[in-house]
């Protein structure tokens, strides 16, 4: 089977009706998908007329948002007036998927604006940080004002250019997952990387240790104990040599790379920039690396599916990373591959609840997160794990 039939194939299976959104399949221009722009106060009934009797899924995901926070109509009506107000004359749409902890809205081409309740408010001085270390992959964040009525705070962003992989793949997947497009990302991504791993010797920020730099050790206890049987072998290992990994540079780490804050390039897959930065804290080299493989595979109904060119895929993204990092060798090489393994423990062997992380996965009831873990750590990426996965020599020599 040739790839273009495989690809067609992976198509089949990411993409089925259940999953699709036909709001997506839009022409790209300038780098963005055009999208629809939904009025914030606009009524439910309304958005199922717009869309065909069917919630968009970003409407669904705004309603959830002010429920969650306990904002009524008028709040929402609020927002609706106060960008309207800050920008007259411009046009505002919605992104296709709204995050967790806030709502954002896009104003014109090149502005964003974000309302977040107090409890998930922004550390400046971790945008700051992430936009002075990464200057062109990061935006510029800038606290606005606070609403009265409902405590939100809002906050300007300069919007990054491109479309997010997560759209890119539901718009346009055969050019998603075309090889030369994930080859262009997969080296990018390692460009990206390499700038962390060089301001490693610039001065030390003075942001403190974060939630998860402050707690690695505690948190890798209570996975070797809790976890799934087939893991533990693994965090027990990870625990162990915990000294080496910690050895690393500590660089400063965005906190959520998953498809969604990945933003492209269309035309060539290269990485143009990442959004929510807000969890982001320094960490040792390498913890980030879990974001390799949301690249070469998605989360589909039956289990994670890796690219067919997943292998010759990772194969890249280390060569170009040793070519930027020349230090990326022997005992370093082997720390930070065991840095990998503990960030994907701590990513998907903790479970998101509510915006609290602090629960071990179970089986059965966190099924995405076992599925991945089972993807990402098995000796093989890609192929089922039914084994415990002890850090060796051929493993890392695999990689």
């Given at each position: 089977m040739c790839i273009l039939q495989l690809l067609q194939l992976l198509q089949r299976l990411l993409f089925s009706d259940q999953h699709f959104d036909p709001a997506l399949q839009t022409a790209v221009r300038n780098g963005r998908p055009i999208l629809r722009a939904v009025k914030i106060t606009m009524t439910e009934e309304e958005q199922k007329q717009q869309h065909g009797?069917?919630?968009?899924?970003?409407?669904?995901s705004i309603g959830a948002f002010f429920t969650r926070?306990?904002?009524?109509?008028?709040?929402?009506?609020?927002?609706?007036?106060?960008?309207?107000?800050?920008?007259?004359?411009?046009?505002?749409?919605?992104?296709?998927?709204q995050g967790y902890c806030s709502l954002t809205v896009f104003v014109g081409d090149d502005i964003v604006v974000q309302f977040r309740p107090n409890t998930y408010r922004l550390d400046l001085s971790i945008t700051t940080t992430a936009s002075k270390i990464h200057p062109e992959f990061a935006p510029i964040t800038q606290y606005i004002t606070t609403i009265p009525s409902s405590g939100l705070l809002v906050y300007r962003m300069s919007r990054i250019p491109g479309i997010s992989l997560r759209d890119f793949r539901r718009s346009s997947p055969l050019l998603a997952y075309s090889t030369q497009n994930l080859t262009n990302l997969c080296i990018s991504f390692a460009d990206f990387l390499a700038q962390s791993w060089h301001h490693a010797n610039q001065p030390q920020s003075s942001l403190p240790l974060g939630t998860i730099g402050l707690s690695i050790e505690t948190r890798l206890k209570a996975l070797r104990a809790t976890l799934p049987a087939r893991f533990r072998t693994l965090a027990k290992t990870l625990l162990m040599q915990l000294p080496r990994i910690?050895?690393?540079?500590?660089?400063?780490?965005?906190?959520?790379l998953m498809p969604g804050n990945f933003m492209l390039e269309p035309s060539t897959g290269v990485l143009r920039g990442l959004v929510d930065w807000a969890e982001s804290e320094y960490l040792p080299f390498g913890i980030c690396f879990y974001g390799l493989e949301e690249i070469l595979g998605e989360l589909t109904p039956n289990g994670f599916l890796y690219h067919p060119d997943a292998n010759t895929l990772r194969e890249i993204f280390w060569k170009e990373l040793e070519q930027e990092i020349p230090e990326l060798?022997?005992?370093?090489?082997?720390?930070?591959?065991?840095?990998?393994d503990l960030g994907v423990l701590l990513w998907y062997g903790i479970a998101f609840d509510d915006g609290a992380v602090n629960r071990v996965v179970e089986e059965g009831r966190d099924v995405p997160e076992i599925w991945k873990l089972d993807a990402f750590l098995s000796p093989e990426q890609g192929e089922e794990n039914t084994r415990e996965h002890p850090v060796s020599a051929e493993r890392i020599s695999k990689i």
């Open positions: 009797g069917a919630l968009p899924e970003a409407s669904l926070n306990n904002l009524t109509a008028n709040d929402r009506a609020e927002c609706n007036s106060f960008v309207s107000q800050l920008y007259p004359g411009k046009s505002s749409s919605l992104p296709s998927c910690t050895s690393l540079p500590w660089l400063f780490t965005h906190g959520d060798r022997d005992d370093v090489k082997s720390n930070v591959i065991m840095a990998r």
